[in-house]
């Protein structure tokens, strides 16, 4: 089982101060560890931000509102999908295209898949 990490760029919305970054082209990295948790997934944000939570409730809140703790996870129209985050520092709303999570989340199905002998 392999690491997998995508790179994309996603449109940011936080109450934090964000001056420095272009709101229209922020980068982030998608993470799949299966040796770390096989039921888990990360998100890098920009700075110190990283969020791990279930990769089910990620794929669930591609079909309708979903949310555990201090993740949320919706879609919003046919072609984007929205993640906030919730913390003590505020609140981040990640709006990703819904193909880019599609894809992210088909190659960890793949990476956790038993290797035939």
């Known amino acids: 089982m392999s690491v997998v990490e995508?790179?994309?760029r996603a449109h940011i919305?936080?109450?934090?101060?964000?001056?420095?970054l272009d709101p229209?082209?922020?980068?982030?990295?998608?993470?799949?560890?299966?040796?770390?948790?096989p039921l888990a997934v990360?998100?890098?944000?920009?700075?110190?931000?990283?969020?791990?939570?279930?990769?089910?409730?990620l794929e669930q809140g591609l079909r309708a509102p979903a949310g555990s703790?201090?993740?949320r996870v919706w879609p919003c129209g046919r072609v984007q999908a929205v993640v906030e985050f919730h913390s003590e520092q505020g609140v981040s709303v990640v709006q990703f295209e819904?193909?880019?999570?599609?894809?992210?989340?088909?190659?960890?199905?793949?990476?956790?898949?038993p290797v035939a002998s």
């Open 6 to 8: 995508q790179y994309a």
């Open 13 to 20: 919305v936080t109450d934090e101060d964000v001056d420095r």
């Open 24 to 37: 229209a082209a922020v980068p982030v990295v998608l993470r799949y560890d299966p040796e770390s948790d």
């Open 42 to 57: 990360r998100i890098d944000l920009p700075g110190p931000h990283a969020w791990t939570f279930d990769r089910a409730l």
């Open 69 to 71: 703790g201090e993740v």
């Open 98 to 113: 819904t193909k880019t999570i599609t894809r992210f989340l088909r190659r960890t199905y793949t990476a956790a898949a």
